[in-house]
């Protein structure tokens, strides 16, 4: 019986230094796992700002009123209004 | 007998030995307990901070400013990232002028052209070869096409730093609307003039804050736990801007002021019935990106900073106050407009000194008659005038949600004089902004509501969006008197001297206005201020705007500057607003 407890304190304080070690070393690597992410993170977001200026560019009006008459598009000068036909009584 | 001495001689020997080496260890402890002293107590908490500042790490996060949209929800100012580069010289060491040769070729408009490439490798080379210093900024403002571009080429000793920038899409377009970031004496981000001005504190949001512990190599010590306070970002503004709009006025604009040799010119296109801000232009203007090589002067915007004396375009509003107090009807006939009218010793003449006898108030519009507004003004009375104009909005902010609004007083009720009264009348003597005339005249196109111009519709945080509140609309005069003096407006632009520049089949309410230049307590004998104010469809007004043109050269008369001017720009908002013609 003395010996059981004394088995089963020796396995708790055995478990207890293991778990402590173990979280250490899974903190310490979380840590630079943490910090490889952020640095992911100011990547991506630059990525993404990068694409949404190209984006902003592209769809500037400006931009595309030049591109509209290198491709041959011109401002109508004239505008012709086209009115619907009138109702007419039918002849008898 | 004989080994007592010697015992004796090494038992005090070593009572010697041990008391020197009891003194030697009581000095030693002495000292490093002085030591300890010192260093525990004295300089304990100097050292603990800078333990501290080795293992723990705080930085205040920015809060990105908010953007500015157009109304079609596109952008006017997009928030962006900027680099700057800099140089450790040491690091770039004898290779000064082969990295300098390298990068001047990125900062350059045209690689090709050697007077911009020399001067400017000639620029970074001196930066490059600068000693004793390991940090040397060596160009502002990057995009991030170059930042990658010269990444690319992996030079030692160059380094970027990330700022934060406004990218505008339209480039100049709406600059003094808009307004621009600057810095303060601190050197933080501030907003000044327009909307970047007016709304300057909801776009610049709160910065945020994290603090934690690192280990050598920079990485988180999550056991040290972290402390961090979120930065709120700057709220979005969606405007009532439309690009299109916008774009049109600027363009017409810049070829009214060539085509009339006009110093400058300003244009403003509302929504009358709710106020909706829909163009704003003035030239010369200046580019928000680049606003440190423009003057001063150019950043405030002449249409809500600028006052100038209106000439006849006020007659609408004298004329509508007449109507609504009664004291004249559209068939009313004037008495005095046989010739000239004598006020106190001035003779008021019309412009082109051709008179009246018995015309009617329709006639005094249409032919911008001096005198027969006079007539209008002496029946109001120097007291109902100065109240109507109060009702107008003349003399006070309009409260355009833009920075750098100003608004000239009106001389102080009972201090007019009949001759203050009469010039009043026909816009002289009067200072007024182009603004106060838009919403003058939005209150007799939209039935006779006085409303609030309003540049922002709302704004938009992450998830939710606000409407900008504004005043509600107040009547000033009545509906019957606002559709008579429309109808007036109606026949001034149908047969007054700018019929020439109409628009066949599209019904305009509109007014011409030459105005003298006051210039140090006289008029300018040389130059004029043209001006030209209407709205359309009469009956159902899409907007209203304001022309107004500085010293035209091509003619002394608003009816073939600013008029003309107005109608080109009408011919593009009537197929864009949906105004179909009658014919």
Not at chain 1, 29 to 51: C, M, P
Not at chain 2, 286 to 311: C, H, R, W
Not at chain 2, 351 to 362: A, E, F, K, L, Q
Not at chain 2, 515 to 540: E, L, M, R
Request: negative net charge; hydrophobic residues 40%.
């Amino acid at each position: 019986m003395k010996n059981l407890r004394k088995y089963i304190l020796i396995v708790v304080c055995g478990v207890l230094a293991t778990s402590s070690t173990f979280m250490t070393v899974e903190t310490a690597t979380s840590g630079v796992e943490v910090s490889n992410l952020q640095k992911e993170e100011t990547q991506l977001s630059d990525e993404k700002r990068y694409l949404q200026d190209l984006l902003v560019k592209t769809m500037s009006l400006s931009q595309l009123q030049e591109r509209s008459s290198g491709l041959g598009y011109v401002k109508p000068v004239t505008l012709i209004y086209v009115a619907p036909p009138e109702a007419v009584a039918k002849l008898p | 007998m004989l080994r007592r001495p010697k015992l004796w001689l090494s038992f005090l020997e070593m009572s010697v030995k041990i008391y020197l080496l009891s003194a030697l260890f009581l000095l030693l402890f002495g000292v490093l307990t002085i030591k300890l002293f010192y260093w525990q107590v004295i300089k304990g908490a100097d050292l603990s901070d800078e333990a501290r500042s080795q293992y723990t790490s705080s930085q205040v996060t920015s809060a990105p400013r908010g953007n500015i949209l157009a109304s079609d929800g596109s952008f006017w100012v997009v928030r962006t990232q900027n680099w700057l580069i800099w140089a450790d010289p040491k690091e770039v060491g004898n290779n000064s002028i082969s990295v300098a040769q390298k990068l001047a070729t990125f900062f350059v408009d045209d690689p090709n052209n050697k007077q911009s490439l020399f001067p400017e490798t000639e620029r970074l080379q001196n930066l490059l070869s600068k000693s004793g210093v390991s940090w040397v900024p060596i160009k502002q403002k990057v995009d991030d096409g170059v930042k990658r571009n010269i990444e690319a080429l992996k030079i030692p000793g160059i380094g970027f730093d990330s700022e934060e920038a406004s990218y505008y899409p339209e480039a100049s377009s709406g600059a003094q609307l808009l307004g621009f970031v600057g810095k303060n004496e601190t050197g933080a981000d501030v907003g000044y003039f327009g909307i970047e001005g007016y709304y300057d504190l909801p776009l610049s949001g709160k910065p945020g804050f994290v603090g934690g512990q690192k280990d050598a190599l920079g990485s988180p010590i999550l056991l040290g736990g972290t402390t961090q306070v979120s930065a709120i970002a700057g709220v979005d503004l969606q405007t009532n801007i439309d690009k299109r709009i916008q774009g049109v006025v600027e363009d017409e604009l810049s070829k009214g002021i060539e085509k009339y040799g006009a110093s400058g010119g300003s244009v403003t296109v509302m929504d009358p019935v709710s106020g909706k801000v829909m163009a704003m232009a003035s030239s010369p203007s200046f580019d928000p990106a680049k606003y440190s090589e423009y003057s001063d002067s150019l950043f405030k915007n002449p249409v809500i900073s600028d006052s100038f004396e209106p000439g006849s375009i006020f007659k609408v509003l004298i004329m509508a106050a007449g109507l609504d107090a009664g004291v004249v009807t559209p068939d009313t006939l004037c008495d005095i407009c046989s010739g000239p009218l004598k006020v106190d010793k001035y003779l008021i003449r019309t412009w082109n000194d051709v008179y009246h006898p018995g015309i009617s108030m329709t006639d005094v519009i249409v032919d911008s008659d001096n005198v027969g507004i006079s007539f209008v003004g002496q029946k109001l009375g120097a007291g109902k005038l100065y109240d109507y104009l109060n009702k107008f909005g003349i003399g006070t902010k309009t409260g355009i949600d833009l920075q750098g609004e100003s608004a000239p007083k009106l001389r102080d009720k009972g201090t007019w004089n009949v001759v203050d009264l009469a010039t009043a009348s026909f816009g002289q003597g009067i200072a007024v902004t182009g603004m106060e005339m838009v919403r003058a005249v939005a209150a007799i196109a939209n039935g006779g509501y006085l409303i609030t111009p309003r540049v922002v519709d709302s704004i938009r945080g992450d998830g939710w969006e606000e409407k900008v509140k504004s005043d509600p609309p107040v009547r000033i005069i009545s509906q019957q008197s606002a559709q008579e003096m429309t109808q007036m407006m109606v026949e001034a632009a149908d047969r007054g001297e700018a019929k020439w520049a109409r628009i066949p089949g599209f019904k305009v309410a509109g007014k011409t206005g030459t105005a003298q230049i006051p210039v140090a307590g006289h008029y300018d004998p040389a130059n004029t201020n043209h001006s030209f104010i209407g709205f359309a469809p009469p009956d159902n007004p899409k907007f209203v705007m304001l022309v107004t043109l500085k010293s035209p050269q091509s003619s002394p008369w608003a009816a073939e500057t600013a008029a003309p001017l107005w109608y080109s720009i009408a011919k593009d908002l009537f197929p864009y607003l949906g105004i179909q013609s009658s014919q």
